[in-house]
């Protein structure tokens, strides 16, 4: 299996620019999971889904954040409009319900300047 | 809140000594904990622990979990530069949900 897969694995971009991150989950996992992770707050949960389905999205900083599983093969990020204190990395991971492991994938380095 | 702390967030030593990474928590729903390892990317996964007093091992690592005083422990003996990384805690906080620490970075000079 090819793992967490997400694009892209380096954004640049500028402030009020619309921002998508994209996540291919491992085959067969049942939970996809946003995270991001900065220096200052460490790895933070955004939003995860079970069975496509948004459970818990407690943890997107705000309406310019938005997420969505339109597919079990397939899941985006969407920042709109995006600011500085959005650069971060954004880790997407996945689990399926026999195995609670977390598998991450790469993430990406999304930088707004 | 669902909380994890970890101590120290920093930690340098000399290959060959031996580490102690602590991990304490406070969670409504406590399922497991688990560590992970962070290098340069993605995190990769140590140990899951799911019962107190049943030491998890893996070569020169092991953990511990506290379910009373609600902690864990990962130890690192041996250590060499390739253990260098940033070590995370997290808890199962709820249905496949991890709440994670801060992290302690270690660094292993030769």
């Known amino acids: 299996d090819a793992g967490v897969i997400q694009s892209p694995r380096h954004e640049v971009t500028e402030m009020g620019q619309e921002v998508t991150l994209r996540c291919k989950p491992i085959?067969?996992?049942?939970?996809l999971f946003w995270y991001r992770q900065t220096m200052m707050r460490g790895l933070e949960l955004l939003i995860y889904?079970?069975?496509?389905?948004?459970?818990?999205d407690s943890g997107m900083p705000e309406d310019r954040f938005s997420a969505k599983m339109p597919n079990a093969s397939f899941s985006t990020l969407k920042i709109q409009p995006s600011e500085p204190r959005d650069s971060a990395v954004y880790f997407c991971?996945?689990?399926?319900?026999?195995?609670?492991?977390?598998?991450f994938g790469s993430g990406t380095q999304l930088s707004v300047l | 809140e669902d909380k994890v702390v970890q101590s120290p967030l920093s930690l340098v030593v000399h290959e060959g000594d031996t580490v102690t990474l602590n991990c304490s928590y406070e969670?409504?729903?406590?399922?497991?904990l688990l560590w992970y390892k962070q290098e340069k990317k993605a995190p990769t996964f140590l140990f899951m622990l799911?019962?107190?007093?049943i030491e998890k091992k893996s070569g020169r690592l092991s953990s511990i979990l506290d379910k009373k005083e609600l902690f864990s422990i990962l130890n690192i003996t041996a250590t060499q530069t390739g253990d260098s990384a940033v070590y995370l805690c997290?808890?199962?906080?709820?249905?496949?949900?991890?709440?994670f620490g801060q992290g302690t970075r270690l660094t292993i000079n030769p």
């Open positions: 991971a996945s689990s399926s319900r026999t195995n609670e492991k977390l598998f």
């Open positions: 997290a808890v199962e906080a709820g249905a496949q949900k991890l709440v």
């Open positions: 799911t019962s107190s007093g």
């Open positions: 085959s067969g996992h049942n939970s």
């Open positions: 889904f079970n069975n496509n389905v948004p459970i818990d």
């Open positions: 969670v409504t729903n406590f399922r497991s």
